[in-house]
């Protein structure tokens, strides 16, 4: 089982980016994919969810409209689009699978993480 990350880096405030996670080694379409961060020094956050039904459920609201997430059943790939970057938004990106419906918590498979650096 792999869940791989990628699309971080340095972007300026208000720039975008738009991280992949890729799934192998498990059933792609019977798990939900969440997204978490982990800001330096800080814990990490939970930000959404995307369903086996393409449902979003966002867990943080300083996110709203500026994140999106889909997913493409057939590569077994999520992409997270990240608008509007702020500097708050600096953290180490994290992918993970949860069997059948999203929740905060709860997820069986992590992925190692992609850092996303938003500074002028």
């Known amino acids: 089982v792999q869940l791989q990350a990628s699309g971080g880096g340095l972007v300026q405030p208000g720039g975008s980016l738009r991280l992949s996670c890729a799934a192998s080694?498990?059933?792609?379409?019977?798990?939900?994919i969440g997204w978490f961060r982990q800001a330096p020094g800080k814990e990490r956050e939970g930000v959404l969810c995307?369903?086996?039904?393409?449902?979003?459920?966002y867990y943080l609201d300083s996110v709203k409209g500026r994140f999106t997430v889909s997913r493409d059943n057939a590569k077994s790939t999520v992409y997270l689009q990240i608008n509007s970057l702020e500097p708050e938004d600096t953290s180490v990106y994290y992918c993970a699978a949860k069997v059948y419906y999203c929740s905060p918590a709860g997820y069986m498979y992590w992925g190692q993480g992609t850092l996303v650096t938003v500074s002028s």
């Open positions: 080694g498990f059933t792609f379409d019977d798990y939900a």
């Open positions: 995307i369903s086996r039904s393409d449902r979003t459920t």
